[in-house]
């Protein structure tokens, strides 16, 4: 993928992070109460590692894809290629959409550095790319393995991470969706109040709603919980220290900070015995 793409998707984000910060203004979910404008620069320092980031891994991902398409499956039939996007929208939302993010939150090791995300006491825009660089590479894997064996095709990729990264933006606005509307959308998509849903502070309801464009793979892996419940979550950690969500700095290094207080705690509890 030319720069020239990458960075006019990256405006056409930003100008979806501007409209939906308008109408979180005049339709909000929640009152904004104390939430505070540190976070707001915390969550937006994240989301300017997060587009370098990705504007790294997206490149390498669609010159694998331009490089190693003839030896894929895809690459064997004769579909069209509008066939084309479409398998690979559907295989890169169940892999890098759903089945990533299902394991982050099931594998205690990367858990640590998923709940960085998790981790904001109150769920906007700005959420959005609130994310650790190191779960950037873990979902990279699972981009890159269907593009090696399958051969998707370089327009695919950029058209579904163009729609996964829109979606993505809308899923965390703070906005109020006409109920109706929103009971109806999810029987296929993966509505805002859906992943309102997954920012619960209850953990029965963060390890669910895992989807990213289509709520079809948490319907059928049975990790669907009901959209209703988004008018009545709690943001955020019940384990999470303050600091956590204050600094910069802080996100980065929590996920390392944490690993070395649970060697430690686990050597002291040897030491007792």
């Not at 894929?72 to 890169?92: D, M």
């Not at 998790?118 to 959005?128: A, E, G, L, Q, R």
């Not at 993505?168 to 859906?194: K, S, Y």
């Not at 919980?225 to 384990?239: I, P, S, W």
Request: aromatic letters at 12%; a positive charge.
């Amino acid at each position: 993928m030319s720069s020239k793409a990458f960075f006019g998707n990256i405006a056409v984000v930003v100008v979806m992070m501007a409209i939906a910060s308008a109408i979180e203004a005049f339709a909000p979910l929640f009152s904004r109460g104390e939430s505070s404008k540190r976070r707001v620069g915390v969550n937006l320092s994240m989301t300017g590692v997060n587009f370098g980031f990705n504007w790294v891994l997206t490149s390498v991902t669609a010159i694998l894809a331009l490089t190693l398409r003839p030896a894929g499956l895809l690459a064997t039939t004769s579909f069209p290629f509008a066939v084309q996007v479409v398998i690979t929208v559907l295989v890169l939302d169940f892999m890098y959409g759903y089945a990533s993010h299902a394991l982050l939150h099931k594998i205690p090791l990367l858990w640590r550095f998923h709940r960085i995300h998790h981790s904001d006491p109150f769920v906007d825009v700005t959420t959005s790319f609130r994310t650790h660089p190191i779960e950037g590479m873990w979902r990279f894997l699972f981009m890159t393995i269907p593009v090696w064996i399958l051969g998707l095709p370089a327009a695919g990729i950029v058209i579904y991470r163009l729609i996964s990264t829109i979606n993505g933006v809308l899923e965390h606005a703070n906005i109020r969706l006409w109920e109706r509307f929103d009971q109806i959308g999810a029987l296929l998509w993966c509505t805002p109040n859906m992943h309102k849903v997954h920012h619960s502070n209850e953990r029965t309801e963060t390890d669910s709603n895992y989807g990213n464009i289509l709520s079809i793979y948490d319907r059928a892996f049975g990790t669907f919980t009901r959209t209703d419940r988004a008018r009545h979550v709690v943001y955020g950690l019940k384990d999470t220290d303050s600091a956590e969500v204050r600094s910069f700095t802080g996100l980065l290094a929590q996920p390392f900070v944490a690993e070395r207080r649970e060697q430690k705690q686990t050597a002291v509890a040897q030491d007792s015995r």
